[in-house]
């Protein structure tokens, strides 16, 4: 039988390997044959992982601690972990969300992620319409921000401008920012090995973090009535899919795809067939409101 995945014997890291998504994706790998380095801030209970190692990607030195036990040379690595901002602030949910994966990706990955590698991260449909000029003009200084430091002191001054974010906002400019900053890697990781960087958007899925999002919606009774066409909502192992297909040997001429896994709700609303309310700024929304 042909591996048309080609995982067997390949070294994979997940984020987020505990839960949800990450979780799924971590049994998934492991079945197709990876070597799979499982990390998360709970420790990750997968059978049969390579490793499992606990970290906190909002802290810096933990990325740090976690990747030297992480071999040099990496196939594919998967950026699944995320924190909803519901019960989180401004800067954490941007940190761990946003500034950990561009820290890893430019610390440890640009060296070590192989000739023909792969780096897929889960972002949300909440981060879609980044590639809208004002909202993209909102993006553009944190993901020119080259350090940990200089993207925390950037949160922090835009924080400041409006006394205080909430974290639920802090989400949705952490997706957005991780979706216009995988376009921009495309070029520079192709020029570099030819390595592919794409992005998961799941719709509402049901997760660890599903109480919170309900919870930020207005309660179960608000997420039930917006399904979409699919009338149900997505299960973890169903963004783990496509997180594998992605990642894998089959996805070799993907790279910059933003691939909305929502049973065909962004379509409905870019074709104008169901409310698109996504194109607004942060700062349009910020000044407009007082703020909690
Ligand atoms: N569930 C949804 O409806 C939904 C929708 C769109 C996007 N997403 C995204 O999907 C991704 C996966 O989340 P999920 O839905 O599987 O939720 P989940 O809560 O089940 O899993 C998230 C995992 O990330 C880990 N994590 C959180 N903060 C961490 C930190 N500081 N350091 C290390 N690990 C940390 C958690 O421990 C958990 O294992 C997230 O990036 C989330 O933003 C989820």
Redesign the pocket.
Known sequence: MNDYFGYTGKTVVV?????????ALTEILVDLGAHVYA????E?RVPSVTKSIL?????KD?IDAAFAQIPLQVDAFF??????GVHNSFLETLT??FI?NKYITDTYLVDRIAHGGSLVF?????GLRWETPSVREELEPFTRGDSWNVLVQLAREFEAEFGSVPGSLG?ILS?RLLNFWIAEQVAPLSDLRKIRINAV??????????PE?AEMKGGQDAVESDLGPAGR??E?VE?AKVLAFLGSDLASYMSGTHLSVDFGMNALQIAGLAPDRLGWTLRGVLSRQPTA
Not at 39 to 42: A, F, K, N
Not at 55 to 59: D, F, H, P, V
Not at 122 to 126: A, D, E, H, M, P
């Open positions: 984020t987020g390997a505990a839960s949800g998504m990450g979780k990390l998360d801030r709970v990750p970290a906190n990607l909002g802290s933990s950026g699944v972990a995320g924190i909803s761990v969300n950990a889960v972002t949300s449909n909440g989400y997706k958007l799941p719709a509402m899925t049901i997760s660890g973090m599903l999002f909502l997505a973890s963004m």
